[in-house]
């Protein structure tokens, strides 16, 4: 969910999923849809995480899942109902993996 008057901010991800943010932005018609392409490079990135940091962007996480759950994970984001990221969470083991 985007509020009134903010702004949509994609990065990364492959043109496909560009041109469908764009073009489904044009027919939104009740939010203001921002589009900037650009290769991201550290000063950029470091840019977003103060953003970040200082709480004026944020992401929005519609559903975790333990890495356990990947199969789950990958149904859920299959049938299209997703509205904003599904996080895989992977933890630590006690030992190195062999």
């Known amino acids: 969910m985007l509020?009134?008057?903010g702004t949509y901010l994609f990065v990364g991800g492959t043109t496909g999923a560009f041109l469908q943010v764009a073009l489904l932005g044009r027919w939104s018609g009740s939010r203001a849809m921002k589009m900037h392409a650009t290769r991201p490079n550290a000063a950029d990135l470091a840019a977003?995480?103060?953003l970040f940091e200082e709480g004026r962007v944020r992401s929005v996480i519609d559903r975790r899942y333990p890495l356990s759950g990947v199969p789950e994970a990958v149904r859920y984001l299959e049938s299209r109902r997703a509205r904003g990221k599904v996080v895989v969470t992977c933890?630590?083991?006690a030992g190195p993996v062999q």
């Open 48 to 50: 977003l995480t103060k």
């Open 91 to 93: 933890t630590a083991t």
């Open 3 to 5: 509020r009134d008057g």
